[in-house]
């Protein structure tokens, strides 16, 4: 299996044994990895620091109270934080992986290992330039959608209402509204 990269100056360099070309590609395979879980890191902790939820994560919390979105936004956060930390176990592992297979390489290549180094380096750097633009519209369109969700809602709903007068007593627009605020709510006098 022939495979043929550029070094600095133009000239192309064969790789013609079969194992070069399998550790060219194991290198090039992790080096991409490695990225890839660098720029999920870097998403997720924009996530964390914006506030918002990423579209992997589905938590359904029964309620609308203050308590059941505080509630949320605490599975959320826990949530982000372990996709983090297994993250970074997995950095860890492509990053030794990454060494000892570099080491391989340049032992194998004969001191034309750094020149076949930056080919791979160009073509994944320009490879990640793509994936981070799109992380960032995607982080743009969750922080949008954040602050969408952000705008006070007006409560027009007739049929869920909190109180039900069951007595014969009228009472006013006011005593209905104080009514409302629940059994935790204390009036001052």
Known sequence: MKSECNNMHGERIKIVNAKQAKLYNNFKNTKCKLLRTNAAIWFNNMCKIK????????????GRRQQ?????NQAIRYRI??????????KQHANQKLYNIH?????QCNGMWQYVQQNIDSKLYADMDLLYKKLNRKLDALTQHVRIDDKPKEHT?????????????????EQINTL????????VQ
Do not use: W
């Open 51 to 62: 506030q918002v939820k990423p579209g992997y994560i589905h938590i359904k919390i029964n």
């Open 68 to 72: 059941d979105k505080k509630t949320t």
């Open 81 to 90: 934080n372990q996709e983090i930390k297994f993250l970074y176990r997995k």
């Open 103 to 107: 080491l391989e390489c340049a032992q």
């Open 157 to 173: 709903q007739i049929g869920n209402n909190r109180v039900i007068n069951m007595s014969k007593i009228t009472f006013t627009e």
């Open 180 to 187: 409302k605020l629940g059994p935790q709510y204390a009036i």
